[in-house]
Every structure is written in C-alpha cells, then in structure tokens.
C-alpha cells in the first residue's frame, strides 16, 4: 500500500504545477510569486489572469471533472473497459448537434446549445445501446457504437464539405476541442448542469457498484440492469453534453482517467473510482491545456490533439498491461470482462424483450 | 461461415452456378455503372445518350460526358472493386469477419499517409504516384500497429476488431493534428476523408487501374492458398502451405489494393468491412470465385452509391437551401454500412 499514496502526491503535485503554469506563462508572463498579488490588481497583468486565464482553467479543470467521471460510469455501467464516450456516439452526436446549426446558419441563442449538444449526445448514445440490445455483449456495443460514431462522423463531415473556408476553419478547430478565448459566462454556463449532475452521479454510485459483479448477480440484488444502464448512460450524456458545448469533444479524457483512476488504487470501489476519475480527468485536461496554449506560441493549439496524442497509446498500455496481473490477482482487477462467461445467460435474455 | 459449410458437392454445378452468378453480377455491374453515367446533373439524359451514340453536337455535353462523368464512373468502379477484394483478402488471410481495412487500421493509416505527403508539400494532386506511395506507407504503418498491438489476443477476432478500433482512433487523431498543422489543405483533404469520387478525371484513372490491375492479379493468384486459409492454420500447413509467408503476401495485396483506392476516391467507409459479407454470402467460400465476385460487387456497392449519391443531391440541396451541398459517396457507404455492421454486430451477439 506504499505506491497508492505516491502516485496521488505525484498527480497533485502535476495538477499544480499545471495550475501556476496555466496563470503565470503566457504574454505577459507573470512571475509565480506575484501571483497572489496580480489576482485582485487592475492593471494588465491581473485583469489577463483573473479575466482570461483563470477562467481558463477553471473551465479545464471542470471539463476533465466531467469527462473523466462520465467515462468511469460509462465503463462500469457496460462492464466495458474500453466503453469511451469516443467509441459509443455520444461525443459525435454532441458534437454533430453543436456544428449542425453553425454551418446551417441557424441563428441559436447561446443558452440553447447545450441542449442540442444534450440531444445529439443522447441521440448517439441511444442508438448504440438500443442497436446493440443495451449491451448484451461488451464487444457487440463497441462495434455498435463505432459503427453509430462513423454514421455521425460522416454526417459531420458532410456538414464540413459543406460549410465554407472560414467555418471549416472555426468548426475543425471546435471539432478537436478547444478551450481557447472562454470566458467566466462560460464556466458559470456550465453550472447548473453540474448542479443536476453532480447529485444524480452520487445516486448512481451504489448501482454502479452492484453492476459490477455481472448482470445475473446484479438482478439477483434487485436491480433492473437495462434501466440502470440507460440511466447512466443518462448520467453521462448530461456530464458530456455540456463540456462538448462548451469546449468541444476534448477527445479520449473519458478513455484515460479511468484506467489511471484505476491504477490509483486498483482496490478501490466505484465510488472512490468515480472521484479519482474526475480528479485525473481533471489534471490530464488541465497538463494538455499547457502545450495546447504555449506550445506553437502565438498560435494555440486545441487542446483535444494533445488529449488524444498522449491518452489513447497511454491507455491502450494501461488496458493492455491491466488485463494481466488481474487474471493472476483475481478479486483485483479492473472490470475487464470481455470474455464471454459474463454475458447474460440466454434464458434471461430471451425473458428481457 | 467455413468453407465446408458452402462447398457445393457435385464440380459440375460447383462451376456452372458461379458462372452464371459472375455473369449476372457482371450485367448489374454494366447496368448500374450507365446508371451512374446518366445521374447528375448539367447534362439531360437524352443528352448523355446522345453524346454517347455518337450523334451529340453539343460540345459542353461532350465534354462533361466524356472528360468528366465517365472518368469518374470508371474511378468509382475500380475503387470499389479494389476496397472489396481487399476487405476479402484481410478478412481471409486473419480469420476474422469484421477485418475491413477501416476497422484493421488500413484505411486511417492510408489517409494519414496521404495527408501528411500533401501537407508536407512532399505531393500533391499534381504528383499523385507520391500520394500513393505515402498512402501505401501509412496503410503498412496501419496495419504494423495493430499487429503489434493485438499480437497476443490475435486469436479473438473481436477482441482484434475492438484493437483495430482503437488503432484507427489514433490514426485518425494524428490526421486531425497534421490537418491543424498545414490547415491550408483542409478543404480539399475534407472531401476524401469522408471519400468523395467528385472531380475525378482520366489522369486519376490512369494511375488508377494498372496498379488495381497488378495487385489484384496477385490477390487472385493467392487466391487458392487464401482459401485454405480460411480453414485455419494447421490444415493449411498440413496441406503443405507455408503459413506465414502466405499470410504475409495475402496481407501486401490488400494493403496496397486499400492504398490505390484511398488515393484515388478517399476513405470510402464500410465498403471494405461489407462488401466481403456480401460476396461470400452470394458466391460461397472458394475465393477462386468470390475474389472476382467480391470485385463486381464492390464496383457496384460503390458505382450505385455514387449514383445514388448524385440523384440525391439536388433534392437535399433544396430542402437545406444549400447549393454547395453535394452528397458525398463516402457519406453513403457509411450510413448505410454502419448499419448493416450493427446488423452483423447484432447477429454475432446472438449466436453467442
């Protein structure tokens, strides 16, 4: 039980150094020890960090919250280590809802886009689980849902084709996920979703929990497994939704901060999962912003390449050295099951429809 | 599906009725390429007939009929015939039915290929053999991944499938950071990562054909160790084939067969991943067959989308009050193929 405690210090102490990174680099660069000072000053200096970069990454830190405990519940809910928000339709149909009425010039009042982001979200994820018969087997979902995310890809690429060079531009850049030129209207958007998510996510923690242990057990506790996974599902649309009308699909934050949530404490249950997930989220968001931002200096790059350059091999290493010791530790593993013997019988599923 | 499931018994009828099956494909295929020939718009039907009997003294008919729309027809065949034979050939040669190029890493490596040779200014559309050798790169370099990634579950084919979608995720997210750093290309490269046949012109043509022509000969000419193959590796073996350098070889064609195609019209998406299904549920397991039978079919799935595609256009633009929307073929192929994959999916699921 040495590395547990380790490996958090060392997230924290990522997660602050990105923090004084994300306020003091930049032009004008503002030393760490005047920090304190600037926040509250009216000069230049501190109206750039209380007005643009605070905000910023204010906003970094909630979108990798929410991305990173909507991927967890995700891949609790389907048993699925690699049920992503990527691979399920849910980030493409947010983002297909969001691009739709920019390259149509459909004029869309600014508190409106989270719910078409919330409908598009919804619309994708739903198709994948109702095509896949709400995930009978973990393998069957995923190909489903990459089957529904390439549908909606090509329907936003139509969308771009479509659009002209200066949209393209815009949408291309939002497509990535950017957090560049937010502002304080857009972190206070965001939170009354939180409001709604944030309770529903403690509710589900417990089912979570019982999901785990397969579907036969989970009835046999009592619990209705195809509504509880719609109602996760739920769950994170609500979290994604908003992020992706805010920022963008800032890509395969959900895919990385559980399997490193994980890796924290690989004993853990859901719900310390759940809060390790956010908190990685969180610090992965928050550590890509810095290369996004200062990188190509006076140009910014969208912080969801440099999400999806590091999180998806990072990941697929941690999935794939995951799967061994757990099969030697047993009770230790992460929830890894894409084997067959876990998916229901077929006598309850035939009593299911 | 095994061979022994599909093997017909007598020889006789074993040769007449995939005769007869190739020939009639054959016809579709002529029937649905005229089709494509006379969809579209700027030139009336009668006009294409015209121009085509010989008798049209319209020379902007000519023109568009000749210099455009047959060129195009004739990339649209070829392109899809060569996504169908290599989507057979991978799904063969790895044992695993959802092994399209799309889903093996083939196809996104190709794209990030040719992506990165055009932003880098290393080629361009008026040096194309340099965007097929970068596509041919990128699609090995695909492939490479995921055989490096899946090489100990390669036994499961889904678990494959799920390792092949993760290796196009990331190569579809280097193509998004290489577009963001020479975003000049954006427009044009937009049009063929959804896979679009719009503007093709004899010269893609050109290029085109003799090198579907070669490597499809050598995918036939493998044809009939692909097809023991298909049994698995110890009766392979045990017939005397060597295993590996079979694979191997059966592996280069289809990679090159997706990198011709890509170059050519794009990342069409689904083609490679279905048309397979397709040609081995009509023609049966002996590749000798189904390999020209799954060419007919692909040229057709995609000549028919293309057609389809434009016929569509015109309504769509109205109704979007959009004149610059013109349908992509790509956006075709993957609505439609992304739903018969859940189709597929969904059947694997059950017989679980």
């Known amino acids: 039980m040495r590395r547990p405690p380790v490996a958090l210090l060392c997230l924290g102490a990522a997660a602050l150094v990105s923090a004084v990174c994300a306020l003091s680099l930049g032009t004008p660069y503002v030393p760490p020890a005047r920090l304190p000072a600037t926040l509250g000053s009216d000069g230049l200096a501190g109206l750039v960090v209380t007005e643009l970069r605070l905000p910023r990454m204010v906003l970094a830190l909630i979108a990798g919250a929410c991305l990173g405990a909507a991927g967890l519940v995700l891949q609790e809910a389907l048993r699925n280590p690699l049920a992503v928000p990527e691979m399920l339709g849910v980030s493409s149909g947010a983002a297909l809802g969001v691009a739709a009425p920019l390259v149509l010039s459909l004029a869309v009042p600014l508190g409106l886009q989270p719910f078409l982001a919330l409908a598009g979200a919804a619309l994708g994820g739903l198709l994948t689980l109702v095509a896949a018969g709400f995930g009978r087997s973990p393998s069957a979902v995923l190909l489903t849902g990459a089957a529904v995310a390439a549908a909606l890809q090509a329907a936003l690429l139509v969308l771009m084709v479509m659009a002209d060079q200066l949209d393209l531009q815009l949408i291309y850049r939002y497509l990535l996920g950017s957090l560049s030129a937010r502002t304080w209207d857009d972190v206070t958007g965001l939170l009354p979703w939180l409001a709604v998510a944030v309770p529903a996510l403690v509710l589900c923690v417990p089912v979570l929990g019982v999901l785990r242990l397969g579907d036969d057990d989970a009835r046999a506790l009592g619990v209705r497994v195809e509504r509880a996974r719609v109602a996760a599902l739920g769950i994170a649309v609500v979290l994604i939704a908003p992020v992706v009308a805010v920022c963008g699909p800032v890509a395969w934050v959900g895919f990385l901060a559980p399997h490193l949530a994980r890796r924290l404490r690989p004993d853990g249950g859901a719900a310390g999962w759940l809060v390790r997930s956010a908190m990685c989220g969180a610090t992965v968001v928050l550590c890509a912003d810095q290369p996004a931002r200062l990188a190509l200096a006076p140009v910014e790059t969208p912080v969801g390449a440099w999400t999806a350059l590091v999180g998806v091999p990072v990941g697929v290493l941690l999935l794939k050295r995951g799967r061994r010791p757990a099969r030697v530790r047993g009770s230790v593993s992460p929830p890894a099951p894409v084997s067959p013997h876990h998916a229901p019988a077929p006598v309850l599923r035939k009593a299911e429809r | ?352």
């Open chain 2, 1 to 352: 599906m095994t061979f022994l499931d599909t093997a017909p018994g007598p020889a006789r009828r074993a040769l007449r009725a995939p005769g007869v099956r190739i020939g009639g494909l054959a016809l579709l295929v002529a029937v649905i390429a005229c089709a494509g020939l006379f969809a579209g718009r700027g030139v009336t039907p009668e006009g294409v007939r015209a121009v085509l009997l010989g008798g049209g003294d319209d020379p902007t008919a000519e023109h568009i009929v000749l210099q455009l729309r047959l060129p195009r027809m004739l990339v649209a065949l070829v392109a899809g015939a060569c996504l169908g034979v290599a989507g057979l050939v991978l799904q063969s040669a790895l044992r695993n039915p959802l092994a399209g190029p799309e889903v093996t890493g083939v196809t996104p490596g190709a794209v990030l290929g040719a992506v990165t040779a055009t932003g880098l200014g290393l080629a361009g559309w008026e040096s194309p053999t340099a965007v097929v050798v970068a596509a041919c790169v990128g699609g090995f370099a695909g492939a490479g991944l995921l055989w490096l990634l899946a090489g100990r579950d390669r036994g499961d084919p889904e678990q494959t499938a799920v390792y092949g979608v993760l290796v196009s995720a990331v190569l579809a997210g280097l193509t998004a950071v290489v577009l963001l750093v020479a975003p000049g290309e954006l427009g044009s490269v937009v049009q063929w990562l959804i896979g679009s046949t719009e503007g093709r012109v004899w010269q893609h043509w050109n290029l085109l054909w003799p090198w579907a022509a070669f490597w499809g000969a050598a995918a036939w000419l493998l044809a009939g160790p692909l097809t023991l193959l298909r049994c698995g590796d110890e009766q392979a073996a045990a017939t005397g084939l060597a295993t590996g350098p079979g694979r191997g070889a059966a592996l280069v064609c289809a990679v090159a067969l997706t990198a011709g195609a890509v170059s050519a019209v794009g990342a069409l998406g689904f083609v490679g991943l279905l048309v397979p299904h397709l040609a081995l549920a009509v023609f049966g397991a002996d590749l000798r067959v189904t390999l020209p039978g799954a060419a007919l079919l692909g040229a057709a799935v995609v000549c028919g989308a293309d057609a389809a595609a434009q016929l569509l256009s015109p309504p769509l633009a109205a109704a979007f009050d959009a004149d610059r929307l013109t349908l992509p073929v790509g956006a075709l192929t993957t609505c439609v193929g992304a739903g018969l994959l859940m189709v597929v999916a969904r059947r694997r699921a059950d017989e679980r």
